[in-house]
């Protein structure tokens, strides 16, 4: 079965300093990948999406990257944190196709001090 | 554009019904619900395919109007379980992306 892990669970991060989030899925080939940020109390909102290896789509311009080295294998960064990127952080996959079920990781919780 | 959901929040007893609107200013390919517990992920519920279908998962069900560009999320008999906060996310067939609905959050209290 597919399985997506996502770490750290919580991160608290100095102004100014780098951030690497790191999503990984298990259990299947080729799967598109997201990174979602969500405000507290507030909605989701996608960040970036890849649907194959080095192809990455962004959608809101900010303080923000992501890559996809490996197939399985998703990463958001920052090179300097702004007070703004704090939130909670959520990795999904999805197989694609006519049915995009979105199937999230447990999250990372930023706090930027 | 962000799919708008109504209510933004609703206060049911156990075991009353509740029904949670998703609209679109979009044409829409496909309407997900979602349930998303406090501090966790979102959990997918359904999805529903433009065709007019409606769904149903035990006591929750859903129908999608793609003429109207609207879909609605129905919570009978609702339990203690039922809470949390619903999203609705939709897809215009463009890129395989979803867009996610403002947000519903339903408590059912004793």
């Known amino acids: 079965s597919q399985t997506i892990h996502q770490w750290p669970a919580t991160l608290v991060q100095p102004v100014g300093s780098p951030l690497s989030l790191e999503c990984t899925v298990e259990g299947t080939s080729n799967p598109n990948l997201y990174w979602y940020r969500q405000a507290a109390g507030r909605g989701l909102q996608l960040l970036f999406y890849?649907?194959?290896?080095?192809?990455i789509s962004s959608e809101v311009p900010q303080n923000l990257s992501a890559s996809r080295p490996q197939d399985r294998q998703f990463i958001l960064s920052s090179k300097k944190l702004l007070l703004s990127d704090s939130g909670f952080y959520l990795c999904a996959w999805t197989l694609g196709g006519t049915k995009n079920i979105q199937y999230f990781g447990a999250g990372t919780r930023l706090s930027v001090l | 554009q962000q799919p708008v959901q109504s209510p933004q929040a609703v206060i049911l007893r156990e075991g009353e019904d509740a029904v949670i609107n998703c609209s679109s200013s979009k044409a829409l390919y496909s309407v997900h619900w979602y349930r998303q517990k406090h501090g966790e992920a979102p959990v997918f519920l359904m999805i529903?395919?433009?065709?007019?279908e409606q769904k149903g998962h035990d006591k929750i069900s859903a129908s999608f109007n793609e003429k109207k560009q609207q879909s609605s999320l129905y919570l009978t008999a609702s339990q203690l379980s039922y809470s949390g906060t619903y999203f609705c996310g939709t897809e215009d067939g463009g890129y395989q992306k979803v867009t996610f609905g403002t947000g519903t959050k339903l408590q059912v209290i004793p």
């Open positions: 890849s649907v194959g290896i080095g192809q």
């Open positions: 529903l395919l433009k065709g007019g």
